[in-house]
T-cell receptor, first 115, second 115 residues
Framework: DTEVTQTPKHLVMGMTNKKSLKCEQHMGHRAMYWYKQKAKKPPELMFVYSYEKLSINESVPSRFSPECPNSSLLNLHLHALQPEDSALYLC??????????????FGSGTRLTVV | QKEVEQNSGPLSVPEGAIASLNCTYSDRGSQSFFWYRQYSGKSPELIMFIYSNGDKEDGRFTAQLNKASQYVSLLIRDSQPSDSATYLCAVNPRPGTGTASKLTFGTGTRLQVTL
């Protein structure tokens, strides 16, 4: 299995809603990432998990809450979002311990619209 | 100076021609370099990686790395309309040490292959 699976593919939520994005991989990768991407912009790093521990938080607002329940799963909990949070949310994973020579495998993304 | 720089384009090449995409990076300690292709509305897909000076070929794609000049490029031979996409250059700023480092992305170059 060489895939990163993200669900849902599309999500429309109101500003008072609570929702979660899910990401799953079975490649044995021990680093997992959340990125946000706006149209015509490169991916923007949000969070990094290494061995199921949060290692990087790029000063993301608390309305985004990541969770890594185990080595295969990564969640992003959303609460009280703003319309400007509408974007493509990408999950990625990579293996560790190869002197940085491994690239990311990206999931197909969740297209989020906040109304 | 941006950490990873790319010309945003669009770069327009006729079908069958060679497309040349360029990327410069500022961190001289960078160890590995990646090219991702991203179709509009889709997630990035890894197409090439390189970490040694020189050329690396894979089918119609050739990655070129010159660490002294801090320059990495992607050549696409016999360009096809299906190659029309945004190409993201990504750089791993330091060797992995068991901690998940983050790739630094350029802003991407939009390639248009015309009939």
């Amino acid at each position: 299995d060489t895939e990163v699976t993200q669900t849902p593919k599309h999500l429309v939520m109101g500003m008072t809603n609570k929702k979660s994005l899910k990401c799953e991989q079975h490649m044995g990768h021990r680093a997992m990432y959340w990125y946000k991407q706006k149209a015509k912009k490169p991916p923007e790093l949000m969070f990094v998990y290494s061995y199921e521990k949060l290692s990087i938080n790029e000063s993301v607002p608390s309305r985004f809450s990541p969770e890594c329940p185990n080595s295969s799963l990564l969640n992003l909990h959303l609460h009280a979002l703003q319309p400007e949070d509408s974007a493509l949310y990408l999950c990625a994973s990579r293996t560790l311990g190869l002197t940085g020579r491994s690239g990311y495998t990206f999931g197909s993304g969740t297209r989020l619209t906040v109304v | 100076q941006k950490e990873v720089e790319q010309n945003s384009g669009p770069l327009s090449v006729p079908e069958g021609a060679i497309a040349s995409l360029n990327c410069t990076y500022s961190d001289r300690g960078s160890q590995s370099f990646f090219w991702y292709r991203q179709y509009s509305g889709k997630s990035p897909e890894l197409i090439m990686f390189i970490y040694s000076n020189g050329d690396k070929e894979d089918g119609r794609f050739t990655a070129q790395l010159n660490k002294a000049s801090q320059y990495v490029s992607l050549l696409i031979r016999d360009s096809q309309p299906s190659d029309s996409a945004t190409y993201l250059c990504a750089v791993n700023p330091r060797p992995g040490t068991g901690t998940a480092s983050k790739l630094t992305f350029g802003t991407g170059t939009r390639l248009q292959v015309t009939l």
